[in-house]
């Protein structure tokens, strides 16, 4: 089995290709990679790095484009075909941080140590593999248009095993997320609605054990109370919310200025070029440059569902309802916790946040999306 590849077009049919792909989707994912290159560079020089890690970020940027748009040549069958071998080396990289390379980061194992300093983040690519078996999986449905139920184990089986690996690593921003795709595709895929409401009361059942049994961390016990009251820990585990909020707050209407943050520049605000990137927009650019963040998101959201809507095949529809949940659930997380409405989960804000792993799975997330649209147009 290979992976099947269009033959070089001619320019004529090259020009059509590229009239085909939605530029408003391409335009608001490199319009928010900008903005997050140019928020990144001013977390950077608050906290005396310069403008290293903007640098850093737009290389990045630029491979995750260019791999994206290798996934745009790629056949659509051929994709399908190969899904359970991604599916299996995803597995494999999210284990690869519990062995002698992995890393803990604030609590979290969840990343992998590479040569020359760098490091990369497996769950990040182990959404995408989640949500192309999902597609594969339950792109089925009998008469009455629902799924059968062994597909339905089927699935959950397969989305049970990233989940709890990722759980086991205490990554639990990561969990949250891949739990939302995992609902909402199968909503879409015409799963049972005893099934759905069946899932999400055995979710919050495990969560009320979780705290009550004492089987979190004591670092994720502390985030969830410091939500529940941030002024209860104001120097410890409620800092990061408290002073995320006090940026965002003081950055009114058109903000203080770019590099003129004085929770940004001071380094009050804990990774505020990752996980509380939001924060520097809120505070430099104001409740415009916000907006304007939410917008571009939302943006591709729109988009992905309109792709979703438009698709030939219930694996397309899967594959980009998968991704427009994937952008929804992990920018709503990222966004809330910023302004205290989530707990501090430790999860990137897509395209925006500092993080090679998490901006190349986000531009592979464009190019699956981009695919399924060339397919349509044809």
């Known amino acids: 089995m290979s992976i099947v590849t269009r033959r070089p077009a001619p320019p004529a049919q090259t020009r059509l290709q590229a009239a085909r792909l939605d530029w408003v989707l391409i335009f608001a994912a490199a319009a928010l990679s900008m903005i ?12 005396g790095d310069g403008t290293g890690a903007a640098r850093r970020q737009a290389v990045a940027t630029l491979l995750a484009i260019v791999v994206a748009y290798a996934v745009t040549r790629v056949e659509p069958r051929s994709l399908r075909a190969w899904t359970p071998a991604l599916y ?25 140590e590479l040569p ?15 949500i192309c078996a999902l597609a594969s999986t339950l792109a089925v449905g009998d008469r009455s248009g629902l799924v059968p139920d062994r597909v339905v ?11 709890v690996i990722v759980l086991i690593g205490n990554d639990t921003g990561t969990a949250m997320i891949m739990t939302g795709i995992v609902a909402v595709v199968m909503l879409v895929a015409g799963v049972s609605w005893r099934w ?5 009361a055995a979710a919050v059942a495990v969560a009320v054990a979780a705290v009550g049994l004492g089987l979190l961390a004591d670092y994720q016990m502390q985030r969830l109370m410091s939500f529940l009251d941030p002024t209860a820990d104001p120097y410890g585990a409620g800092l990061n919310t408290l002073q995320a909020r006090i940026a965002v707050g003081s950055g009114g209407v058109v903000g203080r200025g770019f590099m003129d943050g004085p929770q940004t520049q001071g380094g009050f605000v804990p990774v505020n070029d990752s996980d509380f990137v939001f924060s520097v927009a809120a505070e430099e650019l104001g409740l415009v440059g916000g ?32 991704v427009a949940t994937w952008f929804a659930v992990q920018g709503f997380e990222n966004i809330g916790m910023n302004l205290g409405v989530m707990p501090v989960t430790g999860v990137t804000l897509p395209f925006v946040s500092y993080g090679g792993s998490s901006m190349i799975a986000a531009w592979l997330g464009i190019g699956l999306l981009q695919l399924v649209r060339l397919r349509s147009s044809r």
């Open 153 to 163: 184990v089927r699935a959950l089986a397969l989305a049970g095993i990233p989940v």
């Open 196 to 200: 759905l409401v069946g899932l999400a």
């Open 88 to 112: 299996g080396v995803s597995l494999l990289g999210l284990l690869l941080p519990f062995t002698p390379a992995g890393v803990s980061i604030a609590g979290a194992r969840a990343w992998v």
């Open 116 to 130: 020359l300093g760098f490091t990369v983040q497996p769950s990040e690519f182990a959404k995408l593999a989640l």
């Open 36 to 47: 997050g290159c140019v928020l990144i560079a001013s977390a950077g020089i608050g906290a």
């Open 291 to 322: 907006l304007l963040v939410i917008g571009l998101l939302a943006t591709l959201v729109w988009r992905a569902l309109r792709i979703a809507f438009d698709a030939p095949d219930m694996f397309g529809r899967l594959i980009a309802v998968g």
